[in-house]
């Protein structure tokens, strides 16, 4: 996915399924056995292979990544268990044009590779909020982009990949919904507090093989089952429930009949589900909120050893992308076909029998093909599958807030913090999360009246576009000033709670029960409405900074693109510049730390294992010179490629986008 809209899932626990058909004998607990022990492995082989003792270490692994552990990376903490879930899901209730939403990220990645990623690293940043306090002073525009980013990444990515991975362990498994969630986060939180970034790159490479494996298993046995790809399009336009009458009232046609252009990747502007110009112009703008600005995404990036690698990741990473179409979207299809009753049903008492929620069961599309359709032992792979995608994006989503929180919130409070004071309070703050998430739980349910991808897409679509627009024109626009970037922030902000605030208060209705919502408000699409609010906003950013003064060129250099390959020396902007307060300590100079100074310290037996642990044993190291730190600081803000590489990666670069044209083509 985009990272800014799951796919449908409706909220509501499914009911148990009976234990003949529970992953419960030995075949399947022996796969997912295996599959902890070398997840494990990997994870220990990470962390004692790298240095976890600095905040560089920890959050940036080194800067030591390659080409394919970031596109592995990039790919496994995109795919969480809410696109298999959800975009099976969306498959089975409207066919393939939900998989725009994830070729969308294509040419994104390739914006992100060569425009984005090499300010960033001129920049010297680690965090995105850092990168706009040095574009534009101040701490109001850092402060407000790290709270929303935490609240996105519980409210939204956390939340959404919970809940649907709990729905498919409930239905493989049989535990309760809240049993599942805990355990998923108690094994997600350890790995990340323990291992840091590195350990996350390298399990996610492991999971995304485990998922192609599994998801290509899958969809063999599915196509199979159906009889092949002929006769898949022609049973999926016959899928319909048996059951279509409610209390002797007959459902209206439209609400379970397979739509007309099902097999079509671009629907109608008007009357589609996911109308075209909205979802190729307004969720591309809301996609560059994800893909290029979101810590997520980003710090796999800042890893990589140098930018070739990070070019290269991100062709990888697009190539994947391709994939969803054919191992989550057709397959959840398919299982319409095969159980039309439970997936596609209508009636509310229907749906309510069977999965237990009255809105729609299409959420259990994948997760009932699983257990009904693959042998033992299979299903053991494919919850394994499902555990790997559900951890990948658990795993990344508390890291890269863990670095937020860190680097741009506790440094402003604790504002002499040393090194492993920083390194215990981003690992606290991940038990935070999982307490947060946990508790949000709830709300995910009940909110949207029960449709999650609702939920999910109006605040993406609501709170993203804003923040599209600033860092695009922050890059590309050296006009553009402090004040410009907030109040288009603020703007943006208000109407964009205008819109998210009535689809909460009126909800978002369904096909049996239209919504009360403000046709004004609430009458067009959300990708439409993403257009107007990011176009809003960039008036706004411009119209403001221009009536103030501009910055000078001095507080600019490697900060946008007009003037990313200047050699002078860089003046940060000052935050009394603006009427705050200035920052005492020395926040950037951790963040770029790879090896700790000072006295090592007398430990205890159980202290040394639990700094072992954690990475936070202090080693002295050697004190480095005056020429060794700048080296050290050149070497980390080096965007420099050899000629062959560079070469190689945009072919390649062109290459890919060739075969996305072939692709939406061939589909259109």
């Not at 298999?84 to 899901?89: H, K, R």
């Not at 929303?148 to 519980?154: D, E």
């Not at 996609?287 to 890893?303: A, E, G, K, M, P």
């Not at 599958?385 to 741009?408: G, W």
Request: proline letters at 5%; a neutral charge; hydrophobic letters at 50%.
């Amino acid at each position: 996915m985009d990272g800014t809209v799951s796919p449908s899932i409706s909220a509501g626990t499914p009911a148990p399924p009976p234990a003949s058909d529970r992953i419960n004998n030995a075949a399947d607990i022996s796969v997912i056995v295996i599959y902890f022990v070398v997840v494990i492995v990997v994870g220990l082989w990470a962390m004692l292979k790298t240095n976890r003792a600095t905040v560089g270490g920890f959050f940036l692994a080194g800067r030591d990544m390659v080409w394919w552990a970031i596109g592995s990376s990039l790919f496994a903490s995109n795919i969480g268990s809410g696109s298999f879930v959800g975009l099976a899901g969306t498959g089975a209730a409207s066919g393939i044009a939900v998989t725009v939403l994830e070729t969308n990220g294509l040419p994104l990645l390739l914006v992100l590779g060569w425009f984005f990623v090499p300010i960033y690293i001129k920049a010297g940043v680690v965090t995105m909020p850092e990168y706009l306090k040095k574009r534009f002073g101040g701490k109001r525009i850092q402060i407000y982009f790290s709270v929303l980013s935490l609240f996105s990444a519980v409210a939204m990515r956390i939340s959404a990949d919970m809940f649907s991975g709990a729905i498919f362990i409930n239905v493989a498994l049989g535990l309760d919904l809240y049993l599942a969630v805990f355990i998923l986060l108690v094994i997600t939180g350890i790995f990340t507090v323990a291992g840091g970034l590195a350990s996350v790159i390298y399990t996610d490479t492991l999971q995304t093989v485990i998922m192609l494996v599994g998801s290509f298993i899958l969809t063999g046995y599915a196509f199979a089952e159906v009889g092949g790809y002929e006769a898949f399009t022609e049973k999926y336009m016959k899928a319909i429930p048996s059951v279509i009458m409610d209390k002797n009232v007959t459902v209206n046609p439209e609400c379970y009949m397979p739509k007309a252009d099902s097999f079509h990747l671009f629907q109608d502007p008007i009357t589609g589900e996911l109308p075209w110009p909205g979802i190729i112009i307004g969720m591309n703008l809301v996609s560059l909120w994800y893909w290029c600005t979101d810590q997520v995404i980003v710090q796999r990036c800042l890893s990589g050893k140098n930018l070739s690698h990070v070019k290269a990741g991100c062709i990888l990473c697009g190539y994947l992308k391709l994939l969803p179409l054919f191992l989550m979207v057709m397959p959840g299809m398919i299982s319409r076909i095969l159980f039309p009753d439970e997936v596609a049903c209508v009636v509310p008492s229907e749906c309510e029998k069977y999965c237990g929620s009255r809105v729609g069961c299409t959420n259990m599309a994948y997760p009932k093909l699983v257990v009904e359709l693959m042998p033992k032992g299979l299903r053991g792979l494919m919850l394994s599958a499902m555990l790997a995608s559900l951890m990948s994006s658990l795993t990344s989503v508390f890291n890269s807030a863990s670095t937020l929180f860190t680097i741009d919130i506790y440094t402003k409070i604790r504002k002499q913090a040393s090194e492993r004071e920083l390194l215990i309070a981003g690992r606290l703050f991940i038990v935070v999360l999982l307490a947060l998430s946990i508790a949000w739980i709830p709300l995910v349910q009940e909110g949207q009246s029960g449709e999650l991808v609702q939920y999910v897409e109006s605040i993406s679509s609501y709170l993203g576009s804003p923040i599209a627009a600033v860092f695009l024109l922050a890059v590309f626009c050296k006009r553009v000033n402090e004040q410009g970037a907030f109040w288009g922030l603020m703007f943006g902000l208000v109407v964009g709670l205008i819109r998210m605030i009535a689809e909460f208060a009126y909800g978002t209705g369904t096909c049996m029960v239209p919504t009360q919502c403000p046709k004004i408000i609430c009458g067009w699409h959300f990708s439409y409405f993403a257009i107007v609010l990011f176009s809003l906003t960039v008036f706004v950013v411009l119209g403001i900074s221009l009536m103030t003064k501009p910055i000078p060129d001095i507080h600019l250099y490697r900060l946008c693109w007009a003037l990313r390959n200047s050699q002078e020396e860089r003046i940060d902007l000052s935050p009394e510049q603006y009427g705050q307060e200035e920052d005492q300590g020395e926040e950037g100079v951790a963040c770029l730390s790879f090896s700790p100074d000072g006295p090592a310290e007398s430990q205890g037996c159980f202290k040394r294992a639990w700094n072992a642990f954690c990475g936070l044993q202090m080693k002295k190291g050697p004190k480095l010179t005056k020429e060794e730190k700048a080296a050290l600081e050149k070497q980390l803000t080096d965007t420099s490629e050899k000629p062959l590489w560079r070469n190689v990666v945009n072919v390649n670069a062109i290459l890919v986008m060739a075969v996305a044209v072939f692709y939406h083509a061939y589909f259109a």
